[in-house]
């Protein structure tokens, strides 16, 4: 699901060219072929950082990322340049922000763009272990922009061969490893968290499945709004909400588009912990620096097996030797891990 069902002013709005296929990652939990370890990388470039308002209660940094200096062509004249802001953290958290509060977060080409962007440098980056990914403004996000539509019958600039800006970046997607919001056909080999305020609805709640773990405000709503204008879901809601939540519990909520609450989906599993409003995002933050504190190959394995079982393994006994080979990979480390945790144990007792 990609659209939004929020009305929205439409701004007269720049042109912008579709990225080039050599940016595009591999694609997400469920919808690729698995080889643990091998993701598409992009370049990352050396930032000119910009200051911007940026809302993070837990920022080490005083200037965040401007993702207008990612390696992402955006041709024409960036009217956004803040739509997503990123903070590399010196303690290995990055912090992704959906930075349209006026539009409640809803995302347009361009902004889908730089998410992406903003996730293929937090995989390339060995210095940043956990992700978190929310919406400012008290919003996580309203899905697609549905301005965007306005010129899908517009002529695209210096193009014959394609009638519109819209219709080129959808056909350029069709099949490719970038979904229409962005990062959510990636196989991201990293934990990421997403901190879900207001509401996460359309394309917003598939944007929150590519999340592992989901810190949601007891006020927040989940809602597939945009059955009720008939249009499909087309970022990876039909694969991984049935595996999140069950296949009865998904097709309820995708069948009937109705919302759900945050005490609700934590009962489904949609949400895998509820806190009071306005904390998702510190709560998200603790959780990011606890799974920092833990053995980093170890933990992303575990997770990656995990996945594994979920949407590629032909079997169960298929799937219990991927979680072996996987775990022999780092058996020298978890050895090591032993044996450092029972001298220590040993030192204690002795005191």
Request: charge should be positive; proline fraction near 6%.
């Amino acid at each position: 699901m990609i659209f939004g069902c929020f009305n929205y002013r439409i701004s007269e709005g720049s042109h912008f060219t579709t990225p080039k296929k050599s940016q595009v990652a591999a694609s997400g939990p469920g919808m690729s072929s698995l080889s643990v370890g091998q993701f598409q990388k992009s370049v990352h470039q050396p930032n000119k950082y910009k200051k911007e308002k940026f809302e993070d209660p837990t920022t080490d940094s005083p200037t965040p990322t401007n993702m207008t200096n990612f390696p992402v062509q955006l041709g024409g004249i960036d009217l956004e340049p803040g739509a997503i802001m990123v903070n590399k953290r010196s303690d290995g958290i990055t912090t992704i922000a959906i930075n349209r509060p006026k539009k409640r977060n809803a995302i347009d080409i361009p902004t889908a763009k730089k998410l992406h962007a903003a996730f293929l440098d937090f995989e390339s980056d060995v210095t940043q272990k956990v992700s978190v990914l929310y919406g400012n403004g008290g919003t996580f996000s309203a899905g697609f922009d549905l301005t965007q539509l306005e010129n899908w019958c517009q002529p695209a600039p210096n193009t014959v061969e394609h009638p519109s800006i819209t219709r080129r970046y959808f056909e350029q997607v069709r099949g490719e490893n970038i979904g229409p919001l962005g990062p959510t056909r990636m196989n991201i080999r990293k934990p990421v968290i997403c901190a879900i305020s207001g509401y996460a609805v359309a394309g917003g709640l598939e944007l929150s499945l590519l999340g592992d773990i989901r810190i949601v405000d007891e006020d927040a709503i989940f809602e597939i709004s945009c059955r009720k204008i008939g249009v499909p879901l087309l970022d990876g809601g039909t694969v991984r909400l049935p595996q999140i939540v069950g296949l009865g519990r998904a097709l309820d909520l995708i069948l009937t588009g109705r919302p759900v609450t945050g005490k609700e989906a934590l009962g489904i599993g949609l949400a895998s912990r509820v806190v009071p409003k306005g904390q998702s995002l510190e709560e998200a933050m603790k959780l990011a620096r606890t799974l920092i504190g833990f053995p980093q190959d170890c933990l992303n394995v575990d997770r990656q097996s995990c996945y594994y079982a979920a949407y590629y393994a032909q079997s169960l006994e298929d799937a219990l030797s991927q979680e072996f080979k996987a775990g022999t990979r780092v058996s020298d480390l978890a050895i090591e891990a032993g044996l450092a945790f029972i001298r220590k144990s040993r030192r204690r007792s002795k005191l």
